[in-house]
Nanobody, 128 residues
Framework: QVQLVESGGGLVQAGGSLKLSCAGSGRTFSSYAMGWFRQAPGKESEFVTSINWSGAETYYADSVKGRFTISRDNAENTVDLQMNSLKPEDTAVYYC?????????????????????WGQGTQVTVSS
């Protein structure tokens, strides 16, 4: 099992930047693929980005491509999400998630159902 704790959320003006971090527990953290999802008020949860166990493969939603960057440090058991050029529509609760179920692939990375563990979420608010 792995426990996930997000941090780094807050209030920022449009055009600004924030860095979210997800700290994972457990000795097998490096074996997990990690993802970030977000949920805005009144909307369904949506995929933001993901990274495979080694960090060699990353995927991004079209809405954040070129603005957000995911990275991981397996020695520190952390996954970071650097968010630049933030827009009001990026306002949401951001959740990190982990999976080592074997279902993570270039076709499945965006589906919530393959992720086994979730953090409690961190609020990001972008003012216009």
């Amino acid at each position: 099992q792995v426990q996930l704790v997000e941090s780094g959320g807050g209030l920022v003006q449009a055009g600004g930047s924030l860095k979210l971090s997800c700290a994972g527990s457990g000795r097998t953290f490096s074996s997990y693929a990690m993802g970030w999802f977000r949920q805005a008020p009144g909307k369904e949860s949506e995929f933001v980005t993901s990274i495979n166990w080694s960090g060699a493969e990353t995927y991004y939603a079209d809405s954040v491509k070129g603005r957000f960057t995911i990275s991981r440090d397996n020695a520190e058991n952390t996954v970071d999400l650097q968010m630049n050029s933030l827009k009001p529509e990026d306002t949401a609760v951001y959740y990190c998630a982990a999976t080592n179920s074997g279902y993570y692939s270039s076709r499945s990375y965006k589906y919530k159902g393959i992720y086994d563990y979730w953090g409690q979420g961190t609020q990001v608010t972008v003012s216009s």
